[in-house]
């Protein structure tokens, strides 16, 4: 099969994966920072609002959330209203719609590396190859994360700055509005854009440089660049200052004009720059230390590997290599007194794309917070030097396997029972029979990751299902909250459920409770508590590896 078949067929991998859908659970910010929220603004439903949607602590802007999930739920709800579907609003369309939509925007990825492989002496179809089978592309990448619209815009940056004709010749440099918007789109997604973003407008400026432009052509592009750059910021503030305060039209005429100093003072107090706000926060280590700190080295040694498996290593490799040649041309130059070393020159390709890779893994290991996720943007200029003078070919099996593992590990494996299970909840709890004699349900989860509301379908005025999320709480706190759950049931018709993975279903046991009914979804891994390898050859494999849903019974086991 030749690269343009083989890219077809992992395109539509990634399409049909979408759909069936991926059962991995990568983060609770895939869910948190932008389905769960819509869901609760747009579809009315029972949501866990995180703290950075708060208007108490506004850091999130709401302008892609709405252009994302918003809109996709606003689609299903409108269908729904037309009696185009009676039942368009379930768990599955409420966790496929929204990731369908970011793996359509994932072949903005493709677009981009077809666009820029020529211009950066790599094959084309060898890079989308490349590309499309990276478990990064597969899963991350239809994933509803705020880290995946920075790699696409990214990308879009990247595609915009790198001007050259066909011949290899040097371009005009244009496009300076456009640039201007996406840096502002993308530092009001993730502040963290501008470290991505530092190396190609660099680039940019380099390309004036060499293209001997006036100082007049050159200050009229850096104005447009600003004008849009302006605009798109108030589109920005306007929107997210709307969402996150009472403050209206008749708000704003209701100030009073006494003076233009008194006017700006009121409105810089309701005014929201949620970008400030994440970066206010962010600053403070103690903050960051309650999301997790890590070395320094992290993304270098770790994350990078994680993510990019050999690639990353190749060019770490390259990296030195460039330099050790630079450091030695420096001295060669100061021992001479003539001679240029030239980091950034247009000419040689693999040294600035190694730059547009190591200059944001540098920026970004300066924070002690450092997830893998993070570094999914680097993919772009990645797959751009190892396809290059083809530096990925003799390595292609273990990429291969590489990715392979990588996808089944994250796209299905992790997590992977939590949202087969919220669908089975769901369905139970809208069954006809439970429609027809309402129930009172608690859902009691342990050990698992956050479980998004949004996805069990409940309507805000439903008052009869109550989620307890009792994340990684120590053995004695479980069991005095189920001993409690089964010795009080408030109704007749009360269910009590309890959620738990099959590493940590001996606690249960100790609990002095029963159990009617049982459920095992499988697979589940979860990291937090691995499971131990000798049960993964004994009999009782498949509980090690999966998720249990204990239905409580009322009476207490006798001792």
Not at 6 to 29: E, M
Not at 119 to 144: C, I, N, Q
Not at 373 to 402: C, D, E, G, M, Y
């Amino acid at each position: 099969m030749g690269a343009r078949g083989l890219w077809a067929l992992l395109a539509a991998l990634r399409a049909g994966w979408c759909l069936l859908p991926q059962a991995g659970y990568l983060h609770p910010d895939e869910f948190f920072q932008s389905p769960e929220v819509m869901a609760g603004d747009i579809l009315n439903l029972q949501v866990y609002y995180p703290w950075e949607f708060l208007s108490s602590s506004p850091c999130r802007t709401v302008v892609f959330p709405l252009m994302t999930s918003g809109v996709t739920y606003w689609v299903i709800k409108s269908l729904q209203q037309l009696d185009v579907c009676s039942s368009c609003i379930n768990s599955y369309t409420l966790l496929v719609s929204p990731r369908l939509l970011f793996t359509v925007f994932s072949f903005m990825l493709d677009y981009s590396v077809y666009r820029l492989a020529p211009l950066w002496e790599a094959d084309p179809w060898k890079a989308l190859v490349l590309l499309a089978g990276s478990y990064v592309t597969l899963v991350f990448y239809t994933r509803t994360f705020t880290n995946t619209l920075e790699g696409l815009l990214f990308a879009l940056l990247m595609v915009l700055v790198s001007s050259r004709k066909s011949d290899g010749s040097l371009a005009e440099p244009t496009s300076s509005p456009l640039i201007g918007i996406i840096m502002t789109a993308g530092f009001f997604n993730r502040p963290t854009f501008l470290a991505f973003a530092l190396m190609p407008l660099l680039y940019w400026a380099g390309l004036f440089v060499d293209s001997q432009k006036s100082i007049k052509t050159v200050i009229n592009h850096l104005l447009k660049l600003v004008l849009c750059a302006c605009f798109t910021a108030v589109v920005f503030i306007t929107a997210d200052t709307f969402y996150y305060t009472s403050m209206g039209l008749d708000n704003l005429y209701s100030i009073k004009k006494t003076s233009l100093l008194d006017v700006i003072g009121q409105l810089n107090e309701k005014i929201i720059i949620t970008p400030f706000n994440f970066l206010s926060y962010n600053f403070n280590p103690h903050n960051l230390a309650l999301h997790g700190s890590h070395p320094r080295v992290t993304h270098v040694t770790v994350n990078g590997i994680m993510l990019f498996g050999i690639l990353h290593i190749l060019a770490i490799g390259a990296g030195f290599k460039m330099l050790k040649k630079y450091i030695y041309q420096l001295l060669w130059v100061k021992a001479h007194g003539r001679g240029s070393p030239g980091l950034l020159v247009h000419s040689e390709r693999s040294p600035t794309l190694l730059l547009f890779y190591f200059v944001p893994l540098a920026f970004l290991s300066l924070f002690s917070h450092q997830e893998p996720r993070f570094l999914i943007p680097l993919i772009l200029p990645l797959v751009l030097f190892s396809t290059s003078q083809n530096r990925a070919v003799k390595w292609k099996h273990i990429i291969v396997v590489f990715n392979v593992l990588g996808a089944l590990l994250f796209g299905c494996l992790h997590q992977g029972g939590l949202i087969p299970c919220l669908f089975h909840l769901e369905q139970l709890m809208h069954s006809p029979e439970s429609s027809a004699h309402p129930r009172h349900y608690t859902l009691l989860f342990a050990h698992t990751y956050m479980p998004p509301r949004s996805l069990l379908n409940i309507r805000k005025r439903d008052t009869h299902i109550e989620v307890i999320d009792m994340a990684g709480s120590e053995e004695e706190t479980v069991c005095q909250t189920v001993r409690q759950r089964a010795n009080h049931f408030t109704c007749d018709d009360c269910h009590v459920f309890v959620i738990i993975p099959g590493t940590v279903r001996a606690t249960i046991t100790k609990c002095g409770v029963s159990f009617k009914n049982e459920t095992l979804i499988f697979p589940h891994l979860s990291m937090e508590d691995p499971p131990q390898i000798p049960f993964l050859f004994s009999a009782n494999w498949r509980s090690q590896l999966g998720l249990y849903i204990l239905q409580l019974d009322r009476e207490p086991q006798s001792l």
